[in-house]
């Protein structure tokens, strides 16, 4: 996956440091499972560039319903503010790269 990760630094007197951004290739492994949901209906058309924030599934309030992770395996929740939905990703291992 390219990315554009955030790196500001939000106590940083200049706005261009508060919102600095670095382009970041994240590189998955032994990809086990992706689970892309459909977008909602109500969203429109993007410039091509998409909102995301994300974390470990172990990390949701409410579960969702997704395959289980063998041992030593991640799974993590992907949000896409645009769309208003979920993409889960399990694999072995993820790096970043170039």
Known sequence: MNLRA?????????????????????????LLWCIVESPDAATTATDGELWIDAGPVASLKEKPAIP?????????????RQWNAFIYI???????GE
């Open 6 to 30: 955030w790196v500001g630094d939000l106590d940083a007197p200049k706005e261009a440091d508060r919102e600095a951004y670095q382009p970041i290739t994240v590189i998955i492994s032994g």
């Open 68 to 80: 289980t992770v063998p041992d030593g395996a991640f799974a993590w929740w992907i949000v896409v």
């Open 90 to 96: 399990a694999g072995m291992d993820a790096s970043f």
